[in-house]
């Protein structure tokens, strides 16, 4: 008699990466109340408890441990076996899931995501943004989009655009009472809205010049940690600000921010679309690939 079925194997796997039942049933797309009732009903016919469970955290208990890394290659074997018979289709179908910063999604939604769903319409696409890499195997995301110096060494990289300039702005309002820095040594006496990163750190400003390269711990009394607030503030004359130039092509085109510093603003390697490699790539992720390979950017 079957002890466990397919779906509250996949619960258990769910909410032992995610470390909770709230942000496994978004994943699974069901409630926590019949979730709970999912892992509860395994549980009772196994005769053992799975999870521990307190008001503040959710772990495996040893029992769980065990039984997780025994069901997970079966799981893992079963979707590949699903991912198999998708050959079979005229055209990709079902879900895909990719992990990406804000700001990468902001790039590639409008070029990428929807000539994806345009082409495939029987596919749904799933973008989710956080500012800090994860894990994207352990916590079921197809691919993931960084740029290049962030994807992971034993992942396959796909190029999406060759590089990302950046750009140093200020408005016209914040320059009429100062002047244009004319070298990184100026920022000393400027306003610069600074920009903390996911892992908590206050990004240090980088510069490069005739092979002389250097970051920099601007001054500045604003942190900001999206980009698209780093963008405002410095549109209102709060500061400079240190944005990717692709943000900013109609605030220079239209005045209402002027670039300075451009010739220590050195380019870097762009963004990437990567996955595991193994044997067999899942047809949905294999077209997303074919999109990215046609529509690549400088």
């Given amino acids: 008699m079957m002890r466990g079925t397919l779906a509250e194997l996949e619960a258990v796997v769910t909410v032992a ?6 942000a496994a049933a ?6 926590s109340s019949a979730l709970s009732q999912q892992i509860a009903a395994l549980e009772a016919r196994l005769g053992v408890r799975l999870f521990n469970r307190t008001t503040r955290s959710v772990t495996l208990s040893s029992a769980g441990e065990q039984f997780v890394a025994e069901i997970t290659p079966a799981l893992t074997a079963i979707r590949n076996a699903i991912d198999l018979t998708d050959e079979h289709r005229s055209e990709p179908s079902g879900m895909l899931r990719i992990n990406t910063s804000v700001g990468a999604a902001r790039m590639v939604l409008a070029p990428l995501a929807l000539e994806y769903l345009r082409r495939y319409p ?6 989710v943004t956080e500012g800090a890499l994860v894990d994207i195997n352990a916590q079921g995301f197809d691919a993931g989009i960084r740029i290049l110096e962030a994807v992971p060494p034993d992942m396959i990289s796909v190029p999406i655009n060759r590089l990302i300039r ?3 702005v200020g408005s016209p309002a914040y320059f009429s009472t100062r002047p244009q820095p004319k070298t990184p040594a100026d920022l000393e006496t400027h306003r610069c ?6 892992s908590g750190t206050i990004y240090r400003w980088e510069f490069e010049r005739r092979g002389d390269a250097f970051t920099m711990d ?3 009394n604003l942190i900001l940690d999206e980009s698209d607030l780093i963008l405002r503030a410095a549109r209102e004359g709060a500061g400079l600000a240190y944005l990717s130039e692709w943000q900013l092509v109609e605030d220079l085109a239209a005045g209402r921010l002027i670039r300075v510093l451009e010739d220590w603003t050195a380019p870097y390697p762009g963004l990437c679309l990567y996955y595991p490699g193994r044997r067999h790539i899942p047809a949905k992720l294999r077209a997303f690939v074919e999109v990215v390979k046609e529509m690549r950017w400088d």
């Avoid at 978004?26 to 409630?31: A, F, H, Q, V, Y």
């Avoid at 809205?193 to 996911?198: D, E, F, N, V």
């Fill in 17 to 22: 990466a995610k470390g909770g039942f709230r």
């Fill in 26 to 31: 978004r994943e699974l797309g069901i409630s």
């Fill in 122 to 127: 029987r596919m749904q696409l799933e973008i």
């Fill in 166 to 168: 950046p750009a140093i």
């Fill in 193 to 198: 809205i600074r920009a903390r990163m996911a």
């Fill in 218 to 220: 601007v001054p500045g």
